[in-house]
């Protein structure tokens, strides 16, 4: 039995956030200036070339990273976590917010903190290099 994980399949990821938008394969097609049939292509095919990932990432708002990394348990995870079956919420049983908008802040976070580990990282390289250079 293989460990090993499959690869995203970055067009379906396009195609799942791209419906999240509620935005149609035309507008995107227009957006980044191809045919709606070359999105449907790209929502088939299972890798997309970087420089058209970014492109379809601005015109989806969203950056390339969350496009690749994109999961829907964890925007099931998101809804699970924030719908509470109370008195007042079965009155209006829809989602009030956009799960990817959460799943954007999530990815802010991690990103900030990123920067900061790597901030602390070069201060301790440098606190290290003028001990040795002082020895």
Request: hydrophobic content about 35%.
């Amino acid at each position: 039995m293989s460990t090993e994980t499959k690869p995203r399949h970055i067009g379906r990821n396009i195609s799942r956030i791209r419906e999240l938008r509620n935005m149609k394969q035309e507008a995107l097609a227009f957006a980044i200036g191809v045919s709606q049939q070359s999105i449907s292509n790209i929502e088939g095919s299972e890798s997309v070339d970087d420089e058209k990932l970014k492109a379809i990432a601005e015109a989806l708002g969203v950056p390339s990273e969350v496009i690749k990394n994109f999961s829907e348990e964890a925007v099931f995870n998101i809804i699970g976590n924030t719908y509470h079956n109370d008195s007042s919420s079965i009155k209006n049983n829809h989602c009030t917010f956009n799960p990817l908008d959460k799943l954007l802040e999530a990815f802010d976070k991690n990103e900030k903190l990123y920067e900061r580990l790597v901030q602390a990282e070069k201060e301790k390289v440098a606190l290290l290099e003028k001990l040795l250079s002082e020895k």
